[in-house]
């Protein structure tokens, strides 16, 4: 295994603040901050939309513009390609190195279709799916191709109840399990977060405060946060 | 999004989505394209391309058809009024009619219905396309919009313009009839034959050629104001595509006295 971080993070500026963070193996970091704190803008960083110096973003030690393929993205949009069906759009990392699938990459996406819960889904054109369904989509193609890190902006938003256990359920078991190195999601659900991250990074104005699950419940910044927020 | 980021993002968008890159992946595409059908594999891309020629195909010849009727008829109108005479209609100004109009009035009017139909869908549709993040996931997974999206609407657009020409000669064609034989009662086989006379395939190959030029600009300057007009992450898509269509009216007019220039210059015509 690689002793680089599967993410890491120095001198990003972000608002005028400079953030400085490492995700460790195993590691789940929830993005939380009211809106327009910078959530997206700090997502649009990490999966490499945006590249502003100075700083830099490292994963597993490697330029983030060199590990791309490795680096799996829900939208804050679901960003599905329209006139394609579900099971296209979830082929699609597949396509990088040649545009036709072989019957082993096509159990692939049926597989990952299968551990999202839209295993049924496969012939739908993604313009007649339901948000939550198309959620479901975007997550499934996040996962597909040789992603080893997740950076997910909301990837349970407009879930149904059970749709969102088997979500939560999923993810944190990639996670923990080691097919996913780590992940990165804003949310503004902070029983999910809650419940599924180890770490919180909470945008605040011009700051930032970076606290263990464990102490946020100690830390007056977070506490403001949750008590505004409920 | 804070100023520095924007400015990056901008210059990003700049390199991957400059006209040369846009005409790069036309290239790639059409090269890779009619093997790739013809020979039985086609890919994801090859059947959105195939798609997008049926689409933008059935979605124009109609209007193609009617405007280039209706051309043919007022054409054809104005020519009778100044004969002077049927005979002197008949003889002087058929003959020469099919060839004036598959020189100058089929190229006009199907680059109107290019810039207004083509333009407006490919520039729209990239550009909203951006809204709705569709062009980050692509870049996120690794593919290039470029290809993925522009090069198939843009080889529709270069594949169907000079397939509308040819619909347009025939279309006008009947227009010009229809007037002829209500104000000097030409007959359908003689003015046909008069017509078709004048329509050299020398000509018509000049004219598609043209239109097929005149797409690729016109398909370069859509794509290109789909991919770079600014804010179209905020939603300002009508905008973006109002600019797009002022800049292809511009460039169409351009592009058509370049080439009639340079038709000239080479006594091509």
Not at chain 1, 71 to 96: D, K, S
Not at chain 1, 166 to 191: P, R
């Amino acid at each position: 295994m690689s002793a680089a971080p599967p993410l890491s993070v120095k001198g990003l500026c972000l608002g005028g603040d400079l953030l400085n963070f490492d995700v460790q193996p195993g590691e789940i970091l929830a993005v939380l901050g009211d809106n327009g704190s910078g959530k997206s803008l700090l997502l649009a960083h990490l999966s490499g939309h945006l590249r502003v110096p100075p700083g830099s973003v490292r994963v597993e030690g490697r330029e983030l513009q060199t590990a791309l393929a490795e680096v799996g993205v829900v939208f804050q949009h679901p960003g599905l390609i329209r006139n394609m069906t579900a099971f296209e759009n979830i082929a699609l990392p597949f396509l990088v190195h040649g545009l036709d699938l072989d019957g082993a990459l096509q159990e692939k996406v049926r597989l990952r279709m299968k551990l999202v819960g839209c295993g049924h889904l496969e012939n739908e054109e993604v313009h007649q799916l339901s948000e939550g369904d198309k959620r479901c989509v975007s997550l499934a193609r996040a996962l597909s191709g040789r992603t080893r890190l997740l950076i997910a902006d909301e990837p349970v938003a407009a879930l149904a109840p059970a749709k969102k256990a088997l979500v939560e359920e999923l993810l944190a078991s990639l996670v923990k399990t080691g097919v996913l190195t780590g992940m990165v999601m804003a949310t503004q659900d902070l029983d999910f977060a809650h419940r599924i991250a180890t770490h919180f990074l909470l945008l605040h104005g011009r700051g930032h405060t970076l606290v263990r699950r464990e102490d946020a419940a100690r830390n007056e910044r977070c506490q403001a946060f949750a008590t505004r927020t409920l | 999004m804070n100023a520095k980021a924007s400015t990056a993002m901008t210059f990003e968008r700049t390199t991957r989505y400059s006209i040369a890159s846009l005409l790069g992946a036309i290239i790639v595409a059409v090269v890779r394209f009619l093997p790739r059908v013809l020979t039985g594999r086609a890919t994801v891309v090859d059947r959105e391309t195939a798609r997008q020629v049926l689409g933008f195909l059935s979605g124009t010849a109609p209007a193609s058809a009617l405007t280039t009727f209706i051309y043919g008829l007022a054409a054809a109108y104005g020519v009778i009024g100044n004969a002077g005479s049927a005979e002197a209609f008949q003889t002087l100004v058929l003959p020469r009619l099919g060839g004036a109009f598959v020189q100058f009035v089929i190229p006009f009017a199907i680059a109107n219905l290019v810039v207004l139909k083509g333009v407006v869908g490919l520039t729209s549709d990239i550009a909203s396309m951006r809204v709705s993040q569709e062009i980050d996931a692509l870049e996120a997974v690794g593919l290039n919009p470029a290809d993925m999206v522009f090069a198939p609407r843009a080889i529709a657009l270069i594949l169907t313009a000079p397939a509308l020409a040819v619909i347009g000669v025939y279309a006008a064609c009947l227009g010009a009839w229809l007037v002829s034989w209500i104000a000097v009662g030409a007959g359908f086989t003689e003015f046909i034959s008069a017509y078709a006379s004048s329509v050299t395939s020398g000509a018509l190959l000049l004219t598609v050629t043209k239109l097929a030029i005149t797409a690729t600009a016109m398909s370069i300057i859509a794509g290109f104001f789909g991919f770079m007009g600014a804010k179209a992450e905020s939603g300002f898509v009508g905008k973006i595509t109002t600019s797009a269509v002022a800049t292809a009216v511009f460039s169409s007019t351009i592009v058509n006295l370049l080439l009639t220039l340079l038709t000239a210059a080479f006594n091509l015509e």
